[in-house]
């Protein structure tokens, strides 16, 4: 085998597969809600990775990117309990979803049909390596948990808490930065 330079010559080299971490996961879903569906988001609101604040709904996303995560960390959380017996309504979001890989999919399927069928899946492509919400799809679209929206307000003003305080966030950290 040649090599010059960076590239490498006669011998075929194996790509590992792209496996993106949470956070671009998180980048991606935020920029898809915020640029292409005009939605007001923000990021760790009410004990989720990503709350969203549409027209009709209220939506709940968690990112998974691994078998294990989603399986022995989510499956664990008392708020599917809750979700699926309609508990401390003015929590729940109108619609759930799981964000995973497209190389999770499957897997993803069986946790949805095992945990609630009403959730949806969002999936994140990994072909192109980018976090743009180009490379984000709804695969399986939730159906509504509950139609009670007397929330609403509540849950919209702390999304906009949290939105002010990550806005704070980033300020303060470009100073200190400087």
Known sequence: MAIIGDRQFGKKVKEEKYKPKSKDLKLAVMRYFRFKRQWICATECLFNDIMCFTPKDIIDVEVKVSKTDLWKGEAKKFKHYNYLNLKYMYRIPTKFYICIPDYLYDEAEKWVIATNEK?????????????????????????????NLKNRDAILRRI???????NIGHIEKSITNN
């Open 160 to 166: 906009m808490m949290r939105v002010c305080s990550e």
């Open 119 to 147: 959730y949806g899946i969002i999936t994140f492509g990994t072909e192109r390596k980018q976090f743009n919400f180009k490379d984000v799809f709804i695969s399986r679209t939730a159906t509504r948990l509950h139609t």
